[in-house]
């Protein structure tokens, strides 16, 4: 009888430590990720995070600018002009090995090495599709190209912020959501319906991963629309609602991330400020005077909401205006991720890609008229010498290839190193 007693009270025991080793679990669990306290974010050691960083602009969302193209402005029309140039065989190949070289687990250490704390990754939807995109027409892959890049990130100690740069249908209704002149995403249900269901899928593949600072929806609604901008703003905060719902069924972690109408900048579209609990707001701002007026408007917003707001996008400006508005942003309280960390040709990046030899070749044929098949043969260049200069591309891009602009990155705040 003694020995079944004993037996009881053992048994008791285990299960009150077993108990008590789950809560400790969970509590671990819910201070693993970075929070939200007020207007402040709150990193899992209870300090204060003031978000410090740069966009991974171009790698995964090309953008034309980047490569010194200028009619030739998003992902498809490059696309299309490298087929038309090179071929199909060729072009799905550079893109592959595009993706492969233009951000790699050196860049990232050389990122933290500068102080950086957090990046922001833009990316394109139909990395979660089967659809045609850089190089691939199924089994795309977004999840082992992100993967990769926070395996590196964690290992560096470095937040990522997803980026959702070009929507279902597109946001914008211009070349930096890769879509077709108008924000299709606000008036097609179908749209709508792939741009939850991805954001759903994103959220809960990384539910548990600590270093996913938060998911930033979207960039929405281009100021070129004048009388159409009631109706499409109208559509932003039930189309947010819906998604945050969604990603709230599989995720309830991790923060996220509203941009306002009109290139992130008009916040009045919000009617209910705090529908989720881990809410933040994010803005952009370019060109514009270092003065405080040019960002108070986000400041009051922040204050009225009592809710965090940060710096998405900015930068691409003189080293003279980085420096004053880096300061004028950490002065109030927003922290800020610059545009873009590599660029070809400008100082106006943490790292420059050098021009290959006859680059100049190969912006020419993308300028040029190819509205018919006899102006796409008129304009195409020695085939040798684009895919040379292509290749060569291929390798400029390589951080140990790259040129540090060591006065942008003092400018920003960071140590060029």
Not at 171 to 192: A, C, F, H, R
């Amino acid at each position: 009888m003694k020995n079944l007693i004993n037996l009881i009270l053992l048994l008791v025991s285990f299960f009150i430590l077993n108990s008590s080793c789950k809560q400790q679990v969970q509590t671990s669990e819910e201070i693993k990720f970075i929070s939200i306290n007020g207007p402040d974010l709150v990193a899992p050691n209870g300090e204060k995070f003031l978000i410090q960083g740069i966009n991974l602009g171009n790698w995964l969302n090309p953008e034309g600018y980047m490569f010194r193209f200028r009619r030739t402005s998003s992902a498809q029309r490059i696309d299309q002009a490298f087929r038309e140039m090179v071929g199909p065989d060729f072009t799905n190949e550079f893109w592959k090995k595009f993706k492969d070289n233009y951000i790699t687990r050196k860049d990232i250490r050389y990122i933290k090495k500068t102080g950086v704390n957090s990046i922001r990754i833009p990316f394109h939807y139909k990395l979660f599709t089967d659809e045609d995109y850089m190089g691939l027409s199924s089994n795309q892959d977004g999840f082992q190209r992100i993967d990769s890049l926070l395996s590196w990130c964690r290992e560096s100690d470095i937040y990522v912020v997803f980026d959702m740069h070009d929507a279902p249908g597109g946001q914008t209704g211009d070349n930096i959501d890769d879509s077709y002149g108008y924000p299709w995403l606000m008036v097609s249900k179908e749209s709508q319906d792939l741009f939850v269901d991805i954001w759903k899928r994103i959220a809960d593949y990384y539910k548990d991963e600590p270093y996913v600072l938060g998911y930033d929806l979207l960039e929405p609604i281009a100021t070129y629309f004048n009388d159409e901008i009631p109706m499409l703003n109208a559509a932003l905060e039930p189309l947010y609602m819906r998604a945050v719902a969604a990603i709230r069924e599989v995720d309830k972690n991790h923060i996220i991330l509203l941009g306002g109408a009109q290139w992130n900048s008009n916040f009045k579209i919000f009617t209910d400020s705090k529908f989720d609990d881990k809410i933040m707001y994010t803005c952009h701002r370019y060109w514009c005077d270092t003065l405080q007026a040019n960002i108070q408007d986000f400041v009051d917003f922040r204050d009225s909401v009592n809710l965090p707001i940060y710096m998405g996008e900015t930068g691409e400006n003189t080293n003279q205006w980085i420096s004053a508005w880096t300061k004028l942003m950490i002065k109030n309280n927003i922290g800020y991720h610059y545009w873009p960390y590599k660029k070809m040709g400008s100082p106006r990046s943490m790292v420059d890609i050098t021009e290959p030899a006859n680059w100049d070749k190969i912006i020419e044929f993308l300028e040029s008229p190819r509205s018919n098949f006899s102006e796409i043969r008129a304009a195409r260049p020695d085939q040798k010498m684009a895919k040379k200069a292509m290749l060569q591309f291929l390798e400029n891009c390589k951080y140990e290839n790259c040129k540090v602009n060591e006065g942008y990155i003092k400018a920003m705040g960071m140590e060029p190193f």
